[in-house]
């Protein structure tokens, strides 16, 4: 990681956002996996499952997403052809239906940001879902969890979580090293990219549907702990700021 100036000595969080801070996932997955099973009826031995997609498919997006499914089930799996209009559709179904905000979230992030936080965001998925799906909280509060992030928003593009890219290139615009920031992950697939970065990582319980299970996972992959609601943070990072 390359930087023109000191680096910054401001405390950074990280943050992942599709079931880190908004329940997206069980919003998004089932829609894309009924194109999908749509898509390739004729050339796939079996539909594939909402279980069998988040046991291998967790976290993953876009074209890495489709490079996956093409070596699980045998076949070539276009990317353009199964994200066509995906976020428009998705921007839909986020209006319809609205979505949910972790709880304590907004309170959690006032209160380290009167500690001196700076936060940033950073996910696989496209910032215009994330955005819409602020619009749409269903507590009202999208616009304030927007505000924290300022100019920070930083989307993976082409080279997708669990390589470390996303984060690197937010380090580096940021002017951040890895001992500056920790970063929050719900999945394997985030947490590899966050950890491979050099980042301390937390992981994110609220969502699963599993969490005991993927708590295991996520402290085997190497995140430093885990948590199921934002109010407990604070406490962890004091506890591993001071190691």
């Given at each position: 990681m390359t930087t023109h100036a000191k680096i910054s000595a401001a405390l950074w969080l990280l943050l992942d956002f599709d079931?880190?801070?908004m329940a997206t996932e069980h919003l998004a997955v089932p829609s894309l996996i009924e194109r999908f099973n749509d898509l390739y009826a004729d050339t796939?031995?079996?539909?594939?499952?909402f279980q069998e997609f988040k046991e291998h498919f967790h976290g993953q997006a876009r074209e890495n997403l489709c490079v996956n499914l093409s070596k699980h089930f045998g076949i070539c799996v276009d990317y353009p052809t199964l994200y066509d209009a995906r976020e428009w559709?998705?921007?839909?179904?986020?209006q319809k239906t609205g979505v949910e905000m972790a709880p304590h979230l907004i309170d959690t992030l006032s209160i380290l940001e009167h500690?001196?936080?700076k936060f940033a965001f950073v996910s696989n998925n496209p910032i215009q879902r994330a955005l819409a799906a602020m619009r749409?909280?269903?507590?009202?509060?999208?616009?304030?969890?927007?505000?924290?992030?300022?100019?920070?928003?930083?989307?993976a593009g082409d080279v997708q979580k669990p390589k470390p890219d996303v984060y690197l290139r937010a380090m580096e615009q940021l002017n951040i090293s890895?001992?500056?920031?920790?970063?929050?992950?719900d999945s394997t697939t985030g947490a590899s990219a966050?950890?491979?970065?050099?980042?301390?990582t937390f992981g994110f319980l609220g969502f699963a549907d599993k969490p005991q299970d993927m708590a295991a996972t996520l402290i085997e992959k190497g995140v430093a702990a885990c948590f199921s609601d934002w109010a407990d943070l604070p406490a962890l990072l004091a506890a591993f700021s001071s190691k």
């Amino acid at each position: 990681m390359t930087t023109h100036a000191k680096i910054s000595a401001a405390l950074w969080l990280l943050l992942d956002f599709d079931n880190c801070q908004m329940a997206t996932e069980h919003l998004a997955v089932p829609s894309l996996i009924e194109r999908f099973n749509d898509l390739y009826a004729d050339t796939i031995d079996h539909p594939l499952t909402f279980q069998e997609f988040k046991e291998h498919f967790h976290g993953q997006a876009r074209e890495n997403l489709c490079v996956n499914l093409s070596k699980h089930f045998g076949i070539c799996v276009d990317y353009p052809t199964l994200y066509d209009a995906r976020e428009w559709r998705m921007m839909q179904q986020l209006q319809k239906t609205g979505v949910e905000m972790a709880p304590h979230l907004i309170d959690t992030l006032s209160i380290l940001e009167h500690q001196g936080y700076k936060f940033a965001f950073v996910s696989n998925n496209p910032i215009q879902r994330a955005l819409a799906a602020m619009r749409f909280a269903t507590n009202g509060q999208g616009e304030e969890l927007a505000r924290f992030f300022g100019a920070a928003f930083f989307e993976a593009g082409d080279v997708q979580k669990p390589k470390p890219d996303v984060y690197l290139r937010a380090m580096e615009q940021l002017n951040i090293s890895p001992q500056n920031c920790f970063a929050v992950e719900d999945s394997t697939t985030g947490a590899s990219a966050a950890i491979s970065a050099g980042i301390t990582t937390f992981g994110f319980l609220g969502f699963a549907d599993k969490p005991q299970d993927m708590a295991a996972t996520l402290i085997e992959k190497g995140v430093a702990a885990c948590f199921s609601d934002w109010a407990d943070l604070p406490a962890l990072l004091a506890a591993f700021s001071s190691k």
